[in-house]
């Protein structure tokens, strides 16, 4: 089914936080499907939204809920992988992909060149950070931060930590001939991150709780 959303006017801060999410596990793949057309058949673009989570509380709770609060719209849950428990929500709407390629969105294999959109406002900068960090960011070894394939948002990272006055590692690595990046906190500063930038998941937040000190 083919749905027509809502479109922000303007940027806000739940803008920022999807933007964020999507840049961390979501797609907007370029994709054709077959259709008929007469005797013949032809190819037609599809105009699919895909975000992905191993936690479907995540997506119900947090995800679905701002989606629909910006555009009005509610994605399809399906579950991708059972052994891995990776599920996807999904909508197919020309006008929302299209806006949110206009907005900055890298379309299609992202992963090594995903950047924060240059229209997007610095006071916003929090909430998209806080998206990618409910998705990409993680444990790392005592600490706690971020993953990447892409060198920008690599950087817009650390410019954020730099910020907020948040000591942090960085850990490129070589592989396949792709520089990946890792950039984290310390334990001992993770707190620091929970006033610092507004995050949303429940399972990142409480790892991260668990380290304030006593």
């Given amino acids: 089914m083919i749905h ?3 479109l922000p006017r303007r940027w806000n801060k739940d803008l920022a936080y999807i933007f964020g999410l999507l840049l961390g596990d979501g797609s907007l793949p370029v994709s054709a499907t077959k259709r008929p057309l007469g005797r013949r058949q032809r190819f037609q673009k599809r105009h699919i939204i895909h975000f992905f989570s191993n ?3 995540f ?12 555009f009005h719209l509610t994605p399809r849950i399906t579950l991708q992988k059972r052994k891995s428990n990776l599920y996807c929500a999904t909508i197919e709407s020309k006008k929302l992909y299209t806006y949110l390629e206009k907005k900055g ?5 992202k992963a090594k060149i995903a950047r924060v959109p240059s229209s997007l406002p610095q006071k916003y900068y929090p909430e998209l950070l806080a998206g990618l960090l409910d998705t990409d960011g993680g444990k790392k070894g005592n600490g706690f931060g971020l993953s990447t394939a892409s060198r920008y948002l690599a950087s817009f990272c650390i410019k954020m930590f730099e910020k ?3 000591p942090y590692h960085s850990c490129p690595w070589r592989y396949k001939n792709h520089i990946y990046h890792q950039i984290y906190i310390g334990s001992k500063h993770m707190h ?16 991260l709780k668990s380290h304030m000190p006593r």
């Fill in 105 to 109: 969105f890298t379309v299609g294999k």
């Fill in 192 to 207: 620091k991150l929970l006033k610092a930038i507004p995050l949303e998941n429940n399972e990142k937040v409480t790892f």
């Fill in 55 to 57: 936690s479907k509380e």
């Fill in 4 to 6: 027509k959303p809502i």
């Fill in 59 to 70: 997506i119900i709770n947090t995800f679905i809920p701002c989606f629909y609060k910006l």
């Fill in 164 to 166: 907020f006055g948040l």
